[in-house]
């Protein structure tokens, strides 16, 4: 066989001279080069820490217009916390996880000029995550959705308004088990 008789050095030489053609040259960068440079750019300019501060304002003052709409009765209670909730889904899985809820709660409570402390946001994360029916540790815009509806015939300043009060995690726990022992003509039995 030829390759054989070639000197270590030969295949060496001939492999280096393989790779340099193969490597663009200083200053020729390949199209995917160029595309993986771009897409380099973007998240860095996206998620730059100026650029997230950027956006968190930018979620304020959208909340602030929708909270202003609301007064004014542009929106119903549904088209509000659908908004509400869709600023703050940062991972666009249509559901607020604990920390989404924080943030949300956060942004609300300094829209109303009101102190933002650890302890009471996370009884009020508490007390949303009351209404998580299915108990998977998120609220789901059905879910909100469905407490605020079926609070709506209890008068406004009522002890048992959803303003004053949300129902308790055991409540949501034996709902879900009486769901779930209900058959559905939908659900696998």
Not at 8 to 13: E, G
Not at 156 to 164: A, D, I, M, R, V
Request: aromatic share 6%; glycine share 4%.
């Amino acid at each position: 066989m030829p390759w054989r008789q070639c000197s270590l050095t030969t295949l060496l030489t001939c492999a280096a001279v393989l790779i340099t053609w193969l490597t663009p040259a200083d200053g020729v960068r390949s199209l995917q080069d160029e595309q993986l440079s771009a897409d380099l750019a973007d998240l860095r300019s996206k998620y730059s820490a100026a650029e997230i501060v950027r956006d968190t304002d930018h979620i304020r003052r959208d909340l602030s217009r929708v909270l202003h709409l609301a007064q004014l009765g542009e929106l119903e209670t549904e088209e509000t916390t659908f908004y509400f909730m869709r600023m703050h889904d940062y991972d666009d899985n249509d559901k607020l996880d604990g920390l989404e809820m924080m943030q949300a709660f956060g942004h609300l409570m300094e829209h109303n000029n009101e102190t933002a402390d650890e302890k009471k946001l996370l009884g009020m994360v508490d007390s949303l995550l009351s209404v998580d029916v299915n108990l998977d540790g998120y609220v789901s815009y059905p879910e909100w959705i469905s407490y605020v509806r079926s609070a709506r015939n209890v008068p406004p300043g009522h002890p048992e308004s959803p303003q004053t009060q949300l129902p308790k995690r055991e409540d949501s726990k034996e709902r879900y088990e009486a769901r779930e022992a209900t058959p559905h003509p939908h659900r696998e039995q």
